[in-house]
């Protein structure tokens, strides 16, 4: 069993190559179903951002189901192998673990230490486990991944400057304009990234800032909160002319803006000079628009060193996340070296109780006068003293777990104790819940530990 991760983003990838892995929020459940349907894969996770398109997967052997997810991507994606094989990155097990806890903590993004990973992470979990794609390494692993990312936040200074894609946007503007008085600007898009970016515009002083969404409710919202104007697009297109910045966060497919739009709005502006922002992947903006004269066009990819500056203290903190990391890992790998050995402290738990109430029923049947409350009291006794002798046993084989002769160790345990019948019935106590994902943590076990089917749930 391994845990492996295969993706791209954006110090490995264009926009134009990450903007074809671009994957819509309707297009998850279908592609996490079909994803879950390769060929060994056991348990699997879509991270899809605007910065990187990442899928985690719990496979039994890492290279030949490394080869099924590379396959997958270019199925459902619609784009031959040889077009992004160059741009792909694939970690297991031990680095594919510490992978995740960067992502999560915010360590391997564009922007050092920004928190909308976070929510995606977590987003894009809960929707798997929701589809039951995820199971026993998986739940645990991305739980513990989300909550690191969470005292990342709350116990380093990591997140004191502003800094975010949305950040970097204004700063860049910025950098052109010197500041923003008396400027038009509008932003196409009211998500978080739209409304993030509305927020930073209004801190750095725009006088008036526009808010396009395809919901005009949605961007009455945002624009309320900035005394700015909502449009849906059909209402926006009067306005453009007017505008002096362009910034646009929206999740369309397609082009918002094409380079026939653009040119049309131009022809009234006069050859007065329009700046445009695209921060959205897929881009929002024709990147044929940047031909146009008079008009500067940038994309997310543009960013890259705008706020160095801020990142500078960011980086110091990013040290401290690292060792919280180091920490996790060896954390995750005591549980998971445990996981096999949970049955069989279930099985003997189970056979000491069954002993146990046996010796019970005998002794009320052969000493017929013992009152309850005496009843009580040896039983209480009586059961201290069989927890008590296997509390050892089960110590050991916790340890026993964690070394290179654990499959050993705990073939010698279960005959030891002779645990075979109490392990069948926990085997039919678990297809007779039908738990989802239970195929999955057999697989997990009888490749892990050779005892299938048998993992707690």
Known sequence: MHIIVVGLNYRTAPVEVRERFALAEEQLTEALIKLKSTTSI?????????NRTEIYAIVDRAQICGHYVRLFMEQWFGLPREQFTNSLYMYEDHEAIEHLF????????????ETQILGQVKQAFLESQQLKTTGTVFNMLFKQ??????????????????????????????????????????????????????????????????????????????????????YNFEQANEQMQHVDIMISSTAANHYVLTFEDVQAIMAKRRSKPLFMI?????????????????VFLYDIDDLHGIVESNLAQRKQEATKINVMIKEEIALFDSWYKTLGVVPLIRGLQTKAANVHEETMVSLSNKLPNLSEQELKVIRKLTKSMVNQMIQDPVLRVKELAGTKKADEAMDIFVQLFDLKEQLHEIEKAEKKVQEPAVQDRSQFVRSAKKLAALVRS
């Open 102 to 113: 960067k992502v999560s903590s915010g360590l391997d993004s564009m922007i050092i230490g």
């Open 278 to 294: 695209d921060i959205a992947v897929p881009r929002d903006f024709d990147p044929k628009i940047a031909t146009i004269d008079n």
């Open 42 to 50: 056991m348990e699997c996770v879509i991270v899809a951002t605007c």
């Open 145 to 230: 991944a989300i909550t690191l990312a969470k005292r990342a936040h709350s116990e380093t200074r990591i997140g004191d400057l502003a800094v975010s894609v949305s950040y970097a946007a204004v700063e860049l503007g910025k950098h052109i304009f010197g500041n923003f008085s008396n400027k038009r600007v509008m932003v196409f898009g009211a998500g978080e990234t739209g409304e993030l970016t509305a927020k930073h515009l209004h801190a750095n002083g725009a006088s008036q800032i526009n808010v396009v969404n395809r919901t005009l409710e949605k961007a009455k919202q945002v624009a309320a909160q900035f005394d700015g104007i909502a």
